[in-house]
């Protein structure tokens, strides 16, 4: 059987998520914004919670853990390179780990720049990924801990998964990112099309992900770095992709849409 999703909002705007493997009953928590929140997801499909699994340090993404961690004695695993900024792990990964939630197997990948040591986590035999904040929905997190190359060499792994793989990310930021691609690439007939589908679903309260590899390859500007019309629309012709990536996340950074 395959794996089964429920995804939730809470906070400001973050996303939550289970993945629940019907075969053996287990529960992962991608990330614990809030313990509250994740209890109610719980309760509202009847899972139990069996693991937690985290991408990266940032409270929105690890406050939840202590109490969950109490209340149902889960199994807490994070990234190596940030073990001594989040508490409560009880196994640490790395690029080329594996990970189970019951009999569901993520291959880890070192998705670096939002935080130095941000993973993410792809079940490739379900063909999904939580990427956290590395990728969104037509953005991608912000650079707080590393350079834009680094930023876009952990894009460009999220990039090469194969085009159905349905992404999972740690924020609603998808009407915002649409703003600002469509000041990128306003031709580009993908992303029209989905700022059309952003509209209709923050309309009727739904929300925008999970998306797909292949839609984002498409519309994200920030997966389209060396793509020479994206690089020329912001007078960057002929740079390199490090260079054009650097400065569209620079534009994004100071963009009021
Ligand atoms: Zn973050």
């Known amino acids: 059987m395959s794996a089964k999703i429920h995804q939730f909002t809470c906070l400001q705007d973050n996303f939550g998520v289970l993945l629940h493997d019907p075969e053996t009953g287990a529960t992962a928590a991608i990330d614990a914004p809030e313990a509250l929140a994740v209890e109610g997801a719980l309760k509202s499909t009847g899972w139990k919670l069996t693991d937690i699994l ?11 853990i202590p109490e969950l961690k109490r209340k149902y004695g889960c199994r807490v695993v ?24 019951g009999s569901l197997v993520a291959r880890v990948i070192d998705t670096p720049g939002h935080t130095s040591g941000h993973i993410s986590f792809w079940f490739e035999a379900d063909k999904i990924a939580f990427v956290g904040d590395t990728l969104f929905s037509i953005g991608c997190g912000r ?36 703003a600002y691609a469509r000041t990128i690439e306003p031709d580009n007939a993908a992303l029209l099309a989905r700022a059309d589908e952003v509209t209709k679903l923050r309309a009727a309260g739904k ?39 650097a400065k569209l996340r620079a534009g994004k950074d100071t963009f009021r849409g």
């Not at 839609?215 to 920030?222: H, I, R, V, Y």
């Open 207 to 245: 929300p925008t992900l999970p998306s797909t590899i292949g839609a984002e390859k498409k519309a994200n500007p920030f997966l389209r770095a060396d793509i020479a019309a994206v690089a020329a629309s912001i007078g960057l012709a002929g740079a390199t992709a490090e260079k054009v990536f």
């Open 54 to 64: 985290v991408t990266h340090h940032h409270s929105d993404h690890t406050d939840g």
């Open 143 to 178: 650079i707080l801990e590393g350079s834009a190359e680094i930023m876009w060499n952990s894009l460009l792994k999220l990039r090469a998964l194969p085009d159905e793989t349905q992404f999972f990310c740690g924020h609603e930021y998808t009407a915002s990112n649409v």
């Open 78 to 101: 994070g990234p190596r390179a940030e073990a001594n900024r989040i508490a409560d792990l009880d196994e640490t990964v790395a690029e080329g780990d594996t990970v189970k939630a």
